[in-house]
Protein backbone atom coordinates (compact mmCIF):
# COMPACT_ATOMS: atom_id res chain seq x y z
CA UNK A 1 0.00 0.00 0.00
CA UNK A 2 1.38 3.09 -1.22
CA UNK A 3 1.93 5.76 1.78
CA UNK A 4 1.46 3.62 4.95
CA UNK A 5 4.88 2.47 5.27
CA UNK A 6 4.04 1.40 9.14
CA UNK A 7 0.96 -0.62 8.29
CA UNK A 8 2.90 -2.39 5.42
CA UNK A 9 6.17 -3.43 7.85
CA UNK A 10 3.40 -4.70 10.30
CA UNK A 11 1.93 -6.98 7.31
CA UNK A 12 5.22 -7.86 6.40
CA UNK A 13 6.47 -9.00 10.01
CA UNK A 14 3.69 -10.71 10.87
CA UNK A 15 3.62 -12.86 7.59
CA UNK A 16 7.38 -13.42 8.28
CA UNK A 17 6.39 -14.82 11.87
CA UNK A 18 3.90 -17.21 11.03
CA UNK A 19 0.85 -14.70 10.03
CA UNK A 20 -2.60 -14.32 11.43
CA UNK A 21 -2.70 -17.45 13.00
CA UNK A 22 0.49 -16.82 15.20
CA UNK A 23 -1.16 -13.37 16.74
CA UNK A 24 -3.94 -14.70 17.13
CA UNK A 25 -2.95 -17.40 18.92
CA UNK A 26 -1.16 -15.40 21.31
CA UNK A 27 -5.05 -13.42 22.14
CA UNK A 28 -6.18 -16.64 22.56
CA UNK A 29 -3.46 -17.69 24.86
CA UNK A 30 -4.56 -14.71 26.91
CA UNK A 31 -1.48 -12.61 26.42
CA UNK A 32 -2.48 -8.47 26.41
CA UNK A 33 -2.68 -6.70 23.17
CA UNK A 34 -0.27 -4.30 24.28
CA UNK A 35 2.34 -6.86 24.60
CA UNK A 36 2.09 -8.77 21.37
CA UNK A 37 2.00 -5.10 19.88
CA UNK A 38 5.27 -4.39 22.16
CA UNK A 39 6.79 -7.36 20.31
CA UNK A 40 5.93 -5.80 16.34
CA UNK A 41 7.23 -1.90 17.90
CA UNK A 42 3.86 -1.23 16.90
CA UNK A 43 0.73 0.63 18.71
CA UNK A 44 -2.79 -0.61 20.17
CA UNK A 45 -4.76 1.25 17.28
CA UNK A 46 -2.54 -0.50 14.25
CA UNK A 47 -3.33 -3.69 15.82
CA UNK A 48 -7.09 -3.07 15.52
CA UNK A 49 -6.48 -1.52 12.50
CA UNK A 50 -5.26 -4.59 11.14
CA UNK A 51 -7.49 -7.19 12.85
CA UNK A 52 -10.41 -4.69 10.78
CA UNK A 53 -9.17 -5.00 7.35
CA UNK A 54 -10.03 -8.25 7.11
CA UNK A 55 -13.32 -10.00 7.09
CA UNK A 56 -12.08 -13.46 7.87
CA UNK A 57 -9.32 -11.99 10.09
CA UNK A 58 -11.57 -10.36 12.58
CA UNK A 59 -14.08 -13.15 12.59
CA UNK A 60 -11.36 -15.01 13.99
CA UNK A 61 -10.42 -12.67 16.39
CA UNK A 62 -13.82 -12.94 17.66
CA UNK A 63 -13.27 -16.67 18.07
CA UNK A 64 -9.74 -15.79 19.90
CA UNK A 65 -11.23 -13.41 22.64
CA UNK A 66 -13.56 -16.37 22.94
CA UNK A 67 -10.74 -18.46 23.77
CA UNK A 68 -8.99 -16.25 25.96
CA UNK A 69 -12.14 -15.80 28.26
CA UNK A 70 -11.84 -19.60 28.37
CA UNK A 71 -8.40 -19.20 29.33
CA UNK A 72 -9.45 -16.59 31.96
CA UNK A 73 -12.10 -18.77 33.61
CA UNK A 74 -9.48 -21.24 34.26
CA UNK A 75 -6.71 -19.21 35.32
CA UNK A 76 -9.09 -17.80 37.90
CA UNK A 77 -9.89 -21.74 39.01
CA UNK A 78 -6.50 -22.04 39.02
CA UNK A 79 -5.89 -18.85 41.35
CA UNK A 80 -8.88 -19.90 43.95
CA UNK A 81 -7.11 -23.64 43.78
CA UNK A 82 -3.85 -22.65 44.41
CA UNK A 83 -1.99 -23.78 41.95
CA UNK A 84 -0.33 -20.39 41.03
CA UNK A 85 1.80 -20.14 44.31
CA UNK A 86 5.07 -22.38 44.99
CA UNK A 87 7.77 -21.97 47.22
CA UNK A 88 11.10 -21.27 46.26
CA UNK A 89 11.64 -25.45 45.74
CA UNK A 90 8.61 -25.21 43.50
CA UNK A 91 6.07 -26.56 46.17
CA UNK A 92 2.70 -25.34 46.71
CA UNK A 93 2.41 -23.03 49.40
CA UNK A 94 -0.14 -24.69 52.26
CA UNK A 95 -1.49 -22.00 54.70
CA UNK A 96 -2.75 -18.75 52.91
CA UNK A 97 -3.27 -15.77 55.05
CA UNK A 98 -6.50 -13.61 54.77
CA UNK A 99 -4.77 -11.26 52.75
CA UNK A 100 -3.52 -13.70 50.44
CA UNK A 101 -6.99 -15.35 50.15
CA UNK A 102 -8.27 -11.59 49.90
CA UNK A 103 -5.88 -11.05 47.11
CA UNK A 104 -6.69 -14.36 45.55
CA UNK A 105 -10.71 -13.93 45.61
CA UNK A 106 -9.69 -10.63 43.74
CA UNK A 107 -7.73 -12.06 41.10
CA UNK A 108 -9.95 -14.49 40.16
CA UNK A 109 -13.06 -12.41 39.99
CA UNK A 110 -11.30 -9.74 38.02
CA UNK A 111 -10.44 -12.44 35.61
CA UNK A 112 -14.19 -13.56 35.51
CA UNK A 113 -15.21 -10.16 35.28
CA UNK A 114 -13.07 -9.88 31.74
CA UNK A 115 -14.22 -13.25 30.81
CA UNK A 116 -17.74 -12.30 30.66
CA UNK A 117 -16.87 -9.13 28.63
CA UNK A 118 -15.27 -11.05 26.20
CA UNK A 119 -17.53 -13.61 25.62
CA UNK A 120 -21.04 -12.53 27.03
CA UNK A 121 -23.07 -15.01 25.30
CA UNK A 122 -21.20 -18.02 27.64
CA UNK A 123 -19.56 -16.05 30.51
CA UNK A 124 -21.79 -12.77 30.52
CA UNK A 125 -24.44 -12.43 32.78
CA UNK A 126 -28.10 -12.77 31.63
CA UNK A 127 -30.52 -9.58 32.39
CA UNK A 128 -32.94 -10.39 34.62
CA UNK A 129 -36.27 -8.80 32.50
CA UNK A 130 -39.07 -7.85 33.74
CA UNK A 131 -41.98 -6.50 32.21
CA UNK A 132 -44.93 -4.17 33.94
CA UNK A 133 -47.94 -2.96 32.19
CA UNK A 134 -50.32 -1.26 34.03
CA UNK A 135 -53.71 -0.73 31.61
CA UNK A 136 -56.17 1.38 33.05
CA UNK A 137 -59.54 1.02 30.47
CA UNK A 138 -62.16 3.03 32.18
CA UNK A 139 -61.39 6.41 29.84
CA UNK A 140 -60.85 4.15 26.90
CA UNK A 141 -64.89 2.25 27.81
CA UNK A 142 -66.11 5.52 28.45
CA UNK A 143 -65.32 7.00 25.04
CA UNK A 144 -66.46 3.75 23.50
CA UNK A 145 -69.78 4.11 25.30
CA UNK A 146 -70.44 7.58 24.45
CA UNK A 147 -69.32 6.64 20.81
CA UNK A 148 -71.95 4.04 20.28
CA UNK A 149 -74.47 6.27 22.22
CA UNK A 150 -74.95 4.70 24.92
CA UNK A 151 -73.63 6.50 27.97
CA UNK A 152 -73.93 5.44 31.22
CA UNK A 153 -76.97 6.32 33.44
CA UNK A 154 -74.97 9.14 35.76
CA UNK A 155 -73.89 11.26 32.24
CA UNK A 156 -76.70 10.72 30.27
CA UNK A 157 -79.31 13.48 29.69
CA UNK A 158 -82.58 12.81 31.46
CA UNK A 159 -85.71 14.38 32.22
CA UNK A 160 -88.21 13.16 35.25
CA UNK A 161 -92.48 13.34 34.18
CA UNK A 162 -94.47 13.26 36.92
CA UNK A 163 -97.46 10.95 36.71
CA UNK A 164 -100.69 12.50 37.78
CA UNK A 165 -102.81 9.33 36.87
CA UNK A 166 -103.90 10.56 33.56
CA UNK A 167 -104.85 14.19 34.63
CA UNK A 168 -104.14 16.83 33.73
CA UNK A 169 -104.13 20.20 35.53
Do not use: C
Request: glycine share 8%.
Amino acid sequence: MVGQPIKDALIRQIDKEGGDEVVLSRVAAGERIKDIMADYGLSRTMFYQWVHANPEREQAYVIAQRLKAETLVEEAQDILDGQDTLDDDGNPVPVLTSAEVKVRQDRARFRQWLASKLDRETYGEQPAVQVGVTVNAGADHLDALRHHGRMPIEEAEYSVEEDNGGVEA
